[in-house]
Each structure stands twice: as C-alpha cells, then as structure tokens.
C-alpha cells in the first residue's frame, strides 16, 4: 500500500489530468490547446510541482507514484490529441460542406488586341493580295542610293536635307518612305512586279499631326502595257474595298521626283457619300405639334458641313503616278519595254479615317483604354 504522502501526490496528478480535461473543452484553436498543453507538461508546468515531490518519497513508494504520474502525462496528451483530431475534422467538415456552383461561367482572362495601325495594314494587304500583289518588306536603315538616287530625286533635292532626313553612322540613312523595298525587288529580278511596301518610315518631323516615325504603304505595279488607267481602275477598287462600295475617286495633279505624270488621291468622302453635308442626326427629331411647324423648323436648321471631309466631299489619302523612266533605268528595266504605277499612302492617316480617330498621337501612346476598343 502507497503512503499517505503518495496517495496524495497520485490524487493530485489524477486531479491535475481532470483539470486540464474540462479546461481544454473550452478551447477552440490549435495555438490555444498547445498553450494548456505546455501549461500542464511544459518545464514550469502544473504537473512538475507533485514529480518534484515523488523525488522525495522512499523508493518503495516511487513505483506507483510513477505508474500514476505517467497516466497523468498520457491522459493530458490523449486529451489534447483528441481535442486537436476534433479541430482538424471540423475544419474539414466546414470545407466540405462549403457549396460550390461549378456551373458559373469562368472569368474570362484578359486577350489582347491588334493594334489599330495593325488593323488597318493587315486589311489593305489583303485587298491587295486579291489583286495579285505579293507583300514586301526590307530594312529601316537604307543607303541613300535606294531612298534617293534610284528614285530620280538627286543631291540638291530638298528631301535629302539634313533637316528632313535621318542620317546615321557610315553615310547611311533611315529610309524616308517604303520606295526603297520597291526598288530592291526591281534590282533583284526581271518584270512583271506586282507588290505592296508596308512598313515604317522616317522625316525629321515631330508635332502635332507628325511624328518622326510613321507606317507607310507603297503600292507598285510594272508591266509591258501598264497605262494610267490600270492605276485609277486599281486605287478605286481599292476604295471601294477599304471605304464602302460606289464610291468615287479624284486624282489632282501635282508632282513627285519619281513619278510622272503623278497625282494626289482623294477617295470620296464615306461618312458624307461625297455630298460635303453632315447626315442626318441619330437622335430623336424635335417635337413638332403640326406639319407647318416641322417643315419650318427643318428650313431654320441649317445644313452642317460633314466634320470629316469639312466640307468638301473629298478626303486626301495619297499620292500616286506612273513610274518615271530614269527609276527604271536606275534598276536595269527598260522605259521603252515597260511601263508601270505607284501609288502611296500613310497608314495612320488611313486608321484615323476609318476608325474616326481625330488625333494621330493616340496611335502611339499605348493606352489601353483606347487600343482595347478595336476588337
Ligand atoms: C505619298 C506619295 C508616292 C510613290 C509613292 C513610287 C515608288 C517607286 C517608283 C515610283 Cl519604286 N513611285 N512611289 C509614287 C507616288 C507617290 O507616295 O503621298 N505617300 C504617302
């Protein structure tokens, strides 16, 4: 039979392990039972004052004192265990139990856009390519043979100016229109030539409506038997395609080093259909009690010039020509075998007239509240 002293110390310890029992049902987190935990078996624990004092019991009392102090330590850490399973199987529960509606349409992931000017190249080239016309490209930095020479605009010219020009190291320059890629492909092999030029050119122009690199398109066509009515019939069907059928075309005269004769190119206005007078307005008509009323109040109105083309029913979109005879004695081609039209125009000019984009910066200053709306 233990002594009194360890039948006390056995009482404590069954005491002890009770406690922490009805104290861990109260707790609701892992960090707080594992607090308890170390508050019961930890160094300065609970526990520790009653295995101090089985020290001093005689040994013939230890082995039952021991026997019950392990009971102790092995009830707190089932109790706790048990209590930590709990937690972790609630958790679980409440995981499980969380309802899902796997039929919600997922949230889309952000695409991108093409830009405008993509648009815009992309869309002429195929109506190009419909027409037989391959598409070509060539180098930004270009020798001034290519940009110049080639193209019947000699030294003393203005556009070689270094005010106009971009030069760069070892007396070459950044190519101030596509005409270069024209002249490369007539170098590189014999007539017919069928192509398109798109690409980025270079002027040292930076305002308002210029900036010092714009995208261009050159169009070139040389044959046996190429007259200037290939080239009216080809810029109209061009048009017709990128503005809306029926409408018209204006070729001006004017002059170009590497064309002649050459013509300014005005495609009739698509918003006004040519007439140079606004449409008539989307919203509503004015109330109007009785027809002399109304037909008063259409006389009262005056008819708005179209914003577009402002006035005029024409809209500027290029130059073209027939292809001087010295750019084809330049390349090797013969002026008196073939003849041949060109025909010019800025893509961005192009964006601006087709999306009614009224200021050419937003084509390069990338905000995606004004690029994301061309989808
Ligand atoms: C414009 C005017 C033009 C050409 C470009 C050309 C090219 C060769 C031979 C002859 Cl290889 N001409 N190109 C001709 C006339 C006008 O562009 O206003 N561009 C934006």
């Known amino acids: 039979m233990p002594s009194a002293d360890a039948s006390a110390i056995i009482a404590e310890l069954e005491r002890l392990a009770g406690e922490l029992a009805s104290e861990l049902a109260g707790l609701a987190t892992e960090q707080e039972i594992r607090a308890l ?15 101090k004092a089985l020290g001093r019991l005689p040994p013939g009392d230890r082995p039952a004192v021991g026997e019950a102090a392990n009971r102790a330590k092995g009830a707190i850490e089932t109790a706790v265990g048990a209590r930590l399973a709990a937690l972790e199987e609630a958790a679980l529960g409440a995981d499980l139990a969380r309802v899902l509606d796997v039929t919600l349409p997922a949230r889309g992931a952000p695409l991108g856009t093409l830009h405008p000017l993509t648009l815009v190249r992309r869309e002429i080239e195929e109506i190009f390519l419909g027409l037989g016309f391959e598409v070509r490209t ?3 930095i270009e020798t001034e043979w290519n940009n110049f020479d080639a193209l019947n605009t000699p030294a003393d010219h203005p556009a070689r100016d270094m005010q106009d020009t971009f030069f760069v190291e070892g007396g070459r320059i950044l190519r101030s229109h596509t005409s270069p890629v024209q002249i490369r492909t007539m170098l590189a092999g014999p007539p017919p030539v069928r192509i398109v ?21 050159e169009c070139l066509l040389v044959d046996e038997g190429v007259s200037f009515a290939d080239l009216k019939g080809t810029i109209l069907h061009f048009i017709q395609r990128f503005f809306g059928p029926k409408l018209g075309l204006r070729l001006r005269p ?4 590497f064309t002649e004769p050459s013509a300014e190119v005005d495609a009739a206005c698509y918003l006004c259909e040519g007439t140079g007078i606004s449409g008539p307005s989307k919203g509503p008509e004015p109330p109007a009690t009785s027809s002399a009323e109304r037909s008063s109040a259409a006389l009262a109105r005056p008819a708005r010039s179209c914003k577009l083309c402002k006035g005029s029913g024409w809209i500027e979109i290029g130059g073209s020509g027939m292809v001087h005879p010295n750019v084809f004695k330049a390349v090797g081609y013969d002026p008196k075998v073939v003849s041949g039209f060109a025909f010019g125009m800025g893509l961005s000019r192009m964006a601006m007239l ?22």
């Open 37 to 51: 935990q170390a508050k019961y078996l930890g160094k300065k624990g609970r526990l520790g004052e009653p295995m």
């Open 138 to 140: 060539g180098p930004w």
């Open 197 to 217: 030029a798109p690409g980025n050119v270079f002027r040292r122009d930076d305002d308002a409506t210029h900036t010092p690199m714009f995208p261009q398109m």
């Open 254 to 257: 004017s002059y170009f080093p």
């Open 354 to 375: 087709k999306y009614g984009v009224d200021d050419l910066r937003a084509f390069y200053e990338n905000d995606q509240r004004f690029l994301g709306q061309f989808r």
